[in-house]
């Protein structure tokens, strides 16, 4: 029996385990909804040695990978894989990247160390850009009143579905080592997911405003410090992966 062990199990990776499940595997893992704690290390390294496969979505800390840092000498013969950000190209004033463009120049310095150690152990490295999907949407944050437009003509943004980065993990069983883009196809403003998405629940629109006005956190001012269009050829080359939900149009339909 293939045995999936999960670092992490949040928002994205528990559907992961949820879909590896309804095909026969047996997963377990650290994170919310895992049976082990991360800290106990006996518990995880007992798992690691029967594991065939691992997956970590965890991030960063404190400017190391707390997976490798702690349990990297007991990653040796499984299938490896990583989710990591489209963070680590930085910013591109709009541009479209690839796999093959430089990383490491951007905000998330630590993420780009860390995507270049799961590389170096043989992962498959999935650079994922803004993930949505049930309960953590623009529909959520219309919903909420949360929703924001900013003044920034020009700026673009790549996103996933989850259940599209699911699709791609699954696809990249039987794939070879390496980066990964997993990302949408049509890169749009911020602007106009909203729009869109007001426009499904029948809501007008918030006001357009400037990124002071607006009073954003110090986080989501830096989301907007980057602008890049992601491209998800290799994906789709390699993986035989085609997103279910190619634009945020259908993506957020799906939601409403």
């Not at 998405?197 to 001012?221: I, T």
Request: charged letters at 20%; one cysteine or more; a neutral charge.
């Amino acid at each position: 029996m293939d045995r999936m062990f999960i670092f992490g199990l949040g928002y994205t990776a528990s559907r992961v385990a949820s879909a590896l499940e309804s095909r026969g595997w047996a997963v377990t893992g650290t994170g919310r909804g895992g049976a082990v704690a991360f800290d106990d290390e006996a518990a995880v390294r007992a798992a690691l040695t029967g594991a065939t496969h691992v997956l970590s979505s965890v991030p960063p800390a404190d400017e190391a990978d707390p997976v490798l840092t702690r349990y990297a000498d007991a990653l040796g013969g499984q299938w490896l894989g990583y989710l990591s950000s489209t963070g680590v190209y930085g910013n591109t004033g709009g541009a479209w990247v690839d796999e093959s463009a430089p990383v490491g120049s951007g905000r998330r310095t630590a993420r780009a160390e860390a995507d270049a150690a799961w590389l170096v152990r043989g992962a498959r490295v999935f650079r994922l850009p803004g993930i949505y999907g049930p309960v953590r949407s623009a529909l959520d944050r219309v919903r909420e009143s949360k929703a924001h437009r900013i003044d920034m003509p020009g700026q673009v943004f790549s996103r996933i579905h989850v259940d599209d980065i699911v699709s791609g993990v699954l696809a990249a069983l039987d794939a070879p080592p390496g980066a990964y883009n997993l990302a949408d196809d049509l890169p749009a403003s911020q602007n106009a997911v909203i729009e869109e998405a007001c426009r499904l629940l029948g809501q007008e629109p918030p006001p357009l405003r400037s990124l002071d006005e607006a009073g954003l956190s110090a986080p989501a001012r830096a989301f907007y410090a980057e602008n890049r269009r992601v491209a998800n050829g290799k994906a789709k080359r390699v993986l035989g992966w085609q997103p279910r939900y190619p634009t945020y149009r259908e993506g957020l339909a799906s939601l409403a």
